[in-house]
């Protein structure tokens, strides 16, 4: 099936290091475009008759780019992926054989490196449901960094909510699953994902932003996704932050035993992640 690459990017500083990863792939022949949608001052959009910029003029949000992107796309088969994620060799097979398997909606996998500690900790708590140790299998939602999306369920769900600054992925996802779209996680498509939330302030404010935003796609989407009645209580989700921290923590070390014997330091890391988005979540979007 022939793809179309589209990649959000505001002035990434890896953003020649992701499309060269895409370029060495495995049936790159197939890959009809590869959209860059945003900025690029820095001038690293490598020189390519694959790959082009889209430039927006001024900075929009990810949701605006990936609609941009989507309209532009010639494809049958459109590939997001964000211009901070290093896609593993086999990456792009492996989202091919995904949808040759019956699967309209995939999402790949992120796996459990960072640059430092706060990064580590960060991919470990924020994407524990998506690391390459999961198997694969039906999902309520996907992330956008690292997603396979056929052009008939966009045509059926729409684009992306751009009117949310954060969490548009969950919400899209979930709306594709009401069209009748399961989204599917394939751990086989990996990326790496060379984030910037390297220090605890950085963690700290992504996360609870994430909190916030979700909670108001989850209150939104409440019966798909079911949604606990605590989310109805914003000043409740403060004071039992650490409880449900510790909770979604434990949850992890259930599920990935392996990753968290190998990675049992980040553990306090995971925990502030979990915090930090039940706090975000309990009030406004910085966190405070």
Known sequence: MRVSVIIPSLNSPLLDQVVAAVLSQEGAADVAEILVVGKDEP????????????????????????????????????????????????????HQAAHAAGHPVVGGSVLAKGTNYWSLGYNLGMFQEYLPTRPAGPRAILPTLNLSVERQVIDAAGGLDETLARSHDMEWTARMRRAGFQPYFWPDAAVEHRHTRDTLRAMWRDC???????????????????????????????????AIAAVATARIIIQQPAVLRRHFGSLPAIFLTKMAWAWGAGGDESGG
């Open 43 to 94: 001038g690293l959009m490598p020189a390519s008759t694959v790959a082009r910029l889209v430039d927006t003029g001024q900075p929009v949000n990810s949701a605006i780019a990936r609609n941009r992107g989507t309209g532009e796309a010639t494809a049958p088969l459109l590939l997001f992926l964000d211009s901070d994620c290093i896609p593993q060799p086999g990456w792009l097979r492996a």
């Open 208 to 242: 609870a932003r994430s909190g916030h935003y979700s909670r108001q796609v989850r209150l939104r989407h409440a019966e798909l996704l079911g949604t606990p009645r605590l989310l109805r209580h914003p000043s409740l989700l403060r004071l039992l932050s650490p």
